[in-house]
């Protein structure tokens, strides 16, 4: 297994704020090795599976665009294999088909980065760029990748709704824009109006649309639905 490179604890805990040189936009570098952990991890599969993308996944989008949908993590033969946040696997099915059918979209979704998929006036990020072992990144796996979700939200400067996905990435994002979390409890089909840098946003909240939560009925297709029905009212 390839291992990474050994850094001061200093330089480890500023890498975030400080790797933007040579991303595109202040994401994270093809080679961000802030969570050590997460770094290993993606080095074990870029031996095992030389083929897939294996590396910390850029948002993906218009940045323009008014709508800001935040997952937890790449999914490890979703994103993590194609390149493509919710990309190649059942959730980013789910997601990807309800997008169109709010418009949030155009062209086809087929499941590989280049399939030629458009997003209209909406982003997807995810709180942590890396995939984690068993889809659960750690509390300062989060922390420490919280400025590229912060730099996202920077550059979208129509920014106006953020849906987010699970309860995670809506503690992920109530950390992010300074609040108290026990002030926004999530729920399904809940919504927060909130104010940061003078700007007035929405947080709509959803349980992820992983396969697990559709296989288990926590999430129908209705209950997605019906927060996109939401969001598109409200944008
Ligand atoms: S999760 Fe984020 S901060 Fe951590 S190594 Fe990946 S890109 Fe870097």
Redesign the pocket.
Known sequence: MAKRTVQTSESRAR??QVRFEGSILGE?PRD????PR??DFIAGHRETQPDWYNA?VRSFGDPAGALLIVGLAPGLRGANRTGRPFTGDFAGDLLYATLDSFGFSSGQYDGRPDDGLALINCMITNA???VPPQNK?TPA?IR??QP?LTNVMRQMPNLRAILVLGRVAHDTMLRTLGLRLAQYPFSHGGLHGVTCEGRSLTIFDSYHCSRYNTNTGVLTEKMFADVFRAIRKAL
């Open positions: 890498a975030p994270p961000c090795d802030a969570c997460l770094y910390p942590v760029r890396c990144p796996e420490t990748c590229f």
